[in-house]
């Protein structure tokens, strides 16, 4: 059968051309994402700050365990968001156990220089670990001391001897930013300004530029109570390491004890974050892609079966069973995708060389991560291409039924006059699916939401294609007046071809539906996320102040803010995440912590039942998508767990709108005390006169790196950050649309060709070329118009109840530019991809044409 | 002529009915008829009197309204399609008017595309027996794009008597050709009769090629009007000329 597909595939490979090129931009795209996937999965830190460590102590995610149906257990774990924590009395007890050389907790302390640039804060004791070495002076004897790392400190650092420094953007100490020991440094830690003594200089070879504070008043200094980032363990000469390990972890309980080549797990990075992204963005795209590649290479496969019915039913009539056929079929695909991916798969690593570069340029990857070379991404992308497209013959293979062996016989090849009732049956049923999942609850968040509305999309469409012989039939039966008074006698054979060429014509309108569709939707889709964002946030903030910092801002700081006359409230926000189980899966969920104390007068979350004015230690508020998706009622008691993986148990008190502009989750700030990664707050929300502004902007001063903002400018800020983060949504999403479009375009260009008997028999029958052009523009007006409009009402309801569900808008904002974007893009596809085929065609004479076999 | 008595195919009550425009349509009204082995049987009949309809039917590639057809011991209304395909590849030969054969493929590929969709070892001998019969074997490595017409129906027949078939059906097989080819097709598909004990059932309208055959059944409406043995070409023009002027009075 191989041999045999090879031979009709020599023959004629035009009739493959379409798939080929559907599945080798395929192949481009999944293996851009798999790269992403690959280099994401393939991302294991190497141990920097606990490079000395023999063990580390540390809790760097958390699992959640639930029963499946059949009894299983299943376990989800996800990277805890602030990072996890071990008691502090764990050092102890594993200094007593044998073979163990030395113990040192490990804190995180937020740190900045007066310029605002952060460095690693550290107790002295955990130097050992990296190792730091002193260079020059003594360790940290008492509180006022540091020692710093010898790495270059971008910004230099504040020596505190020019007075008023902070706001003059201080003087480097020493030559080219260079600290001396005995010199003093000012730094912002723990959100408050301190001047140090510089004791000692360390060398090492950290991640970045280090203070060492004495133990005791790192102790002081540490964001959590009780509690230590990470406890490490350097064992004795000739110790087994196995056998103390086993023995700490006896000692260490729940926590993980990590050995040298996991214990970069411990460490906090940008590197893990960016890890983690591009498993996500690969993972959901690449899903995504593969649907609508299954869908497209269909569609053509499906064109090109039926341009050969001529040669399938001869080899029906001859010998073939409908079985062979059908793996003829599926052959000739299997060998497509293979040339597919020799072309698609190159090109989809020079793609994510090229990503990779975008990515870095915007922050979304740390310089220096390091991509995989897509070995795997490439054999995987391979896979799945040949899949598809076996899949996708598969489906078109269907259709092989309906080929009698009888059409061998007569004259022409007619179109069996009508489709079966099966498919008029599964249209219905993919119509009535993709109206009820309009109304169903969709998901929060951008990526979820980009799902959601996707795979509406995907079923209306699904639809369409399936109902689009009678879609067409009626549309030839209503426009057939419209057409004859626009185009005259061209009208009246248009016309008369849409009607009885209505199954023909199917994969022509399911793929400009596909194309309006999915630019109308998806693509404006980000628009109203950001959008409603920054709307929610601004109708959201009642407070006409806010003091932000990239630093971090202490208890003191609210205080000394409420302490200002006329200060009518004040409210402390921190940003954190929490961690909740949704169907054994743990998902991070973006959260906010804000003392509920005068909130009234600052923030307007648009709560819908409940009260804020509930909001204390065991309970929470929670935005209305959340609550959905969750499945959360108001007063009941949810299961969340902390940033750092504590457990909260909260009952809800409130459910709120704005949960694009301020989080889905909002906490009381007692109840996260000690469980973020700085202890810190990132903002303080003020409702005061404008009297007050002076007063507030000398506490501003006060603090490095600290700014009295308008805010305006809190939500402008808000804006910026989601146009970063949409960029690569906008990315992908337009190589989305952007493959339905050339899978359009291929679809017309093959079918337009494949008419070349027709319109010779047409000419030879005496209609001027003009007349065959005029019908041709006045088929493709009628096509066109009835995909923009069903494409058109997808697009719109797809929208609308993405949109609808995320904001509570049930008219979704489209940008004026963009619809005449899509409207105007489709017009010069439909008509550029079938009228120059066509022309061509018009210009070799008719009795050329009219012996050519179809 | 073959020592068996049981016909190589036999149809009863044959009916086919097609609906057009919803009004139901008798394509054949009940035809009863069996074909003698080693035989060469013409059937013809003015358009729309169910002619081609009664090859469909009689060789497996439609199926009828009612009545049953047998191809040898085989009755076939109650194969599935893929039983009916390899009793197809097996045991009947097709030659049609045109587009006979898979222009990817070779002339010996096109040959032996039913032994190896069946995956049959051919019998070579068989074979070289069959190119040469039908005066091939210069061009078995050609494609059919570039042949003759009458060269095209010669690799078609070859293709047909492949697996020795039982029968073979031939659907206006000289419809496109000129007439001195026709001719070479029509004395080879006689000599396959005389020479191999072949049986062959063809559709025609013309009185010519059928007067190659043994025995004229001509159709009307759906039912056989007449079952001439051996009549030659004057008296079959006659009765198709007297059955066209019937018709139109009728009318």
Same mark, same amino acid.
């Given at each position: 059968m191989i041999s045999l597909a090879t031979r009709m595939l020599r023959h004629r490979p035009g009739s493959s051309v379409a798939t080929l090129l559907a599945l080798a931009l395929g192949a481009l795209i999944l293996t851009a994402m798999g790269v992403l996937v690959e280099s994401g999965l393939r991302y294991h830190p190497a141990p920097v700050r606990y490079a000395a460590a023999d063990l580390v102590v540390a809790r760097p995610d958390t699992t959640f365990t639930s029963r499946e149906f059949d009894g299983e257990i299943y376990r989800s774990t996800v990277a805890l968001p602030e990072g996890g924590t071990v008691p502090a009395g764990l050092a102890g007890r594993i200094r007593g156990i044998e073979g163990v050389a030395t113990v040192a907790v490990d804190e995180n302390i937020a740190v900045h220089t007066g310029a605002g640039t952060p460095l690693s804060g550290r107790g002295w004791a955990s130097a050992v670990l990296t190792p730091y070495e002193l260079v020059d002076g003594r360790a940290p004897a008492n509180d006022d001391d540091v020692v710093l790392s010898t790495d270059p400190v971008p910004g230099g650092l504040d020596s505190g001897v020019a007075p008023g420094g902070a706001a003059s953007g201080g003087v480097s100490t020493g030559e080219a930013g260079r600290a001396r020991v005995g010199e003093q440094v000012r730094l912002v830690v723990g959100g408050v300004l301190r001047t140090y003594r510089i004791s000692g200089l360390a060398r090492g070879n950290g991640n970045a530029a280090a203070v060492f504070f004495s133990d005791a008043h790192a102790a002081a200094l540490a964001p959590h109570r009780g509690a230590v980032s990470a406890v490490g363990v350097i064992a004795a000469p000739g110790t087994d390491l196995g056998r103390l390990a086993d023995q700490v972890g006896q000692v260490a309980g729940d926590t993980a004890v990590l050995r040298r080549a996991d214990s970069g797990l411990a460490e906090r990075s940008a590197d893990g974050a960016a890890a983690g992204l591009l498993i996500q963005v690969g993972a959901s795209f690449g899903g995504y892609v593969i649907l609508l590649i299954v869908f497209v290479v269909a569609a053509t496969i499906g064109l090109s079966v039926r341009h050969r019915r001529r040669d399938l039913a001869l080899v029906r009539a001859v010998a073939a069973t409908p079985g062979q056929v059908r793996r003829m079929i599926m052959a000739e695909s299997a060998l497509v995708s293979v040339f597919a991916s020799a072309i698609g798969v190159p090109a989809g690593l020079a793609a994510a060389g090229w990503l990779t570069g975008e990515l870095t340029s915007r922050g979304f990857v740390p310089e220096g991560f390091p991509m995989a070379p897509g070995v795997i991404a490439a054999a995987g992308a391979t896979g799945v291409i040949l899949v598809s497209a076996v899949l996708a013959g598969l489906l078109a293979a269907r259709r092989i039924s309906g080929i009698k062996p009888a059409e061998a016989l007569g004259e022409a090849a007619i179109e069996p006059v009508s489709a079966g009732r099966v498919r008029w049956i599964s249209g219905l049923v993919a119509l009535t699916a993709a109206g009820s999942s309009a109304f169903a609850a969709v998901a929060a968040g951008g990526q979820t939401a980009l799902g959601a509305a996707l795979g509406m999309l995907y079923l209306f469409v699904l639809a369409v294609a399936l109902l689009a012989p009678w879609i067409n039939a009626a549309a030839a039966r209503l426009l057939a007046p419209l057409l004859r008074a626009a185009f005259g006698t061209s009208g009246y054979l248009a016309a008369a071809n849409l009607r009885a060429n209505a199954r023909g014509a199917?994969?022509?309108?399911?793929?400009?539906?596909?194309?309006? @569709?999915?630019? @109308?939707?998806?693509?404006?889709?980000?628009?109203?996320?950001?959008?409603?964002?920054?709307?929610?946030?601004?109708?959201?903030?009642?407070?006409?102040?806010?003091?932000?910092?990239?630093?971090?801002?202490?208890?003191?700081?609210?205080?000394?803010?409420?302490?200002?006359? @006329?200060?009518?409230?004040?409210?402390?926000?921190?940003?954190?995440?929490?961690?909740?189980?949704?169907?054994?899966? @743990?998902e991070v969920i973006g959260a906010r912590a804000v003392d509920p104390a005068g909130i009234d007068a600052t923030l307007d979350l648009g709560v819908t039942s409940g009260s804020l004015a509930d909001l204390r230690d065991g309970t929470a508020a929670v935005s209305r998508t959340q609550a959905s998706t969750f499945g959360w009622d108001l007063g009941e008691k949810v299961a969340l767990r902390l940033g750092d993986g504590t457990p909260a148990d909260v009952r809800v008190v409130a459910i709120y709108e704005h949960g694009l502009g301020f989080g889905d989750v909002v906490l009381p700030r007692s109840a996260v005390i000690g469980h973020t990664a700085t202890n810190l707050d990132d903002q303080i929300l003020i409702s005061a006169p404008a009297s007050a502004d002076v007063a507030l902007r000398e506490i501003a001063a006060a603090h490095p790196g600290a700014a009295l903002v308008d805010t305006g400018t809190v939500t402008g800020g808000l804006a910026k950050d989601l146009a970063l983060s949409a960029w690569l949504n906008r990315l992908l999403i337009a190589v989305m649309v952007g493959y339905t479009v050339v899978a359009a375009a291929n679809t017309m260009v093959m079918a337009a060709l494949a008419r070349r008997r027709e319109l010779a028999v047409l000419r030879l029958t005496g209609v001027t070329r003009r007349q065959v052009k005029r019908m041709i523009n006045a088929e493709q007006a009628g096509l066109l118009g009835v995909a923009v409009l069903l494409g058109g009402t997808i697009a719109a309801l797809t929208l609308s109840s993405v949109v609808r569900a995320l904001t509570g808008n049930l008219v979704p904002y489209v940008p004026p530019l963009g619809v005449a974007t899509v409207l105007g893009g489709t017009a010069v596809l439909a008509l550029a991809t079938t009228i120059l085929p066509i022309a061509r065609l018009l210009r070799v004479p008719p009795v050329e044409h009219i012996g050519v076999r179809e | 002529m073959s020592v068996h008595t049981e016909p190589a195919v036999r149809v009863t009550g044959l009916t086919r009915t097609y609906h057009a425009d919803g009004e139901p349509v008798h394509a054949l009204a009940g035809v009863d008829a069996s074909f003698q082995r080693g035989t060469f049987t013409a059937i013809m009949g003015p358009s729309g009197s169910g002619k081609s309809t009664l090859l469909q039917a009689a060789a497996g590639l439609d199926r009828p309204t009612d009545g049953s057809v047998w191809i040898g011991g085989t009755e076939l209304s109650r194969l599935s399609e893929t039983k009916l395909t390899e009793l197809r590849r097996g045991r009947i030969g097709f030659v049609f008017q045109a587009f006979n054969l898979i222009g990817a493929l070779t002339v010996e590929e096109n040959i032996l595309l039913p032994l190896r969709l069946a995956g049959a070892r051919p019998d070579r001998a068989w074979i070289t027996q069959v190119v040469d019969r039908v005066g091939l074997g210069q061009r078995l490595r050609h494609r059919p794009s570039a042949l003759s017409g009458g060269q095209q129906q010669r690799v078609a027949i070859a293709r047909a008597l492949a697996s020795r078939p039982e029968v073979i059906f031939c659907d206006e097989p000289t419809g496109a050709l000129d007439t001195n080819t026709a001719a070479e097709v029509l004395t080879l598909l006689r000599a396959i009769v005389d020479e191999h004990g072949q049986t062959v059932v063809m559709v025609t309208h013309d009185p010519v090629a059928a007067s190659y055959a043994d025995r004229v059944m001509v159709l009307a409406d759906g039912r056989i009007v007449h079952d001439m043995p051996q009549p030659g070409a004057d008296r079959i023009a006659e009765h198709l000329a007297t059955l066209g002027r019937s018709r139109a009075v009728t009318r």
């Open positions: 199917a994969s022509v309108l399911t793929s400009l539906v596909l194309a309006v @569709g999915f630019g @109308g939707s998806v693509w404006f889709l980000q628009n109203n996320l950001e959008r409603q964002a920054v709307a929610q946030s601004r109708s959201g903030l009642i407070a006409t102040r806010a003091l932000v910092t990239g630093a971090g801002l202490s208890d003191s700081v609210v205080a000394e803010v409420r302490a200002v006359p @006329g200060v009518r409230a004040a409210t402390p926000v921190r940003n954190t995440s929490v961690v909740a189980s949704v169907m054994g899966d @743990g | -």
